[in-house]
């Protein structure tokens, strides 16, 4: 299931900008903030999320402190 497209006004100038290819009417699945969060740090687990203070976490780590916070 997809959110219906909206209207788009092709005539815009950045459409201009948009390189060959990139579509100017996306499809977006239906799912929770959370399900996609999940879906990602799972598919990304051991890329890095963030650097701190040279320090660095990755999705694995980020997603098990989201989860206690849950």
């Keep these: 299931m997809t959110v219906p497209k909206w209207y788009v006004n092709d005539k815009k ?9 990139v579509p100017k009417h996306p499809e ?17 687990a051991k890329n890095k999320a963030m650097y701190f ?11 098990k402190y989201t989860d206690s916070l849950a």
């Design 28 to 44: 977006f699945p239906v799912i929770s903030l959370g399900d996609w969060f999940d879906q990602k740090t799972d598919e990304f």
């Design 13 to 21: 100038p950045w459409f201009k900008k948009y390189q060959a290819g």
């Design 53 to 63: 203070s040279k320090t660095s976490m990755n999705y694995r780590v980020l997603r």
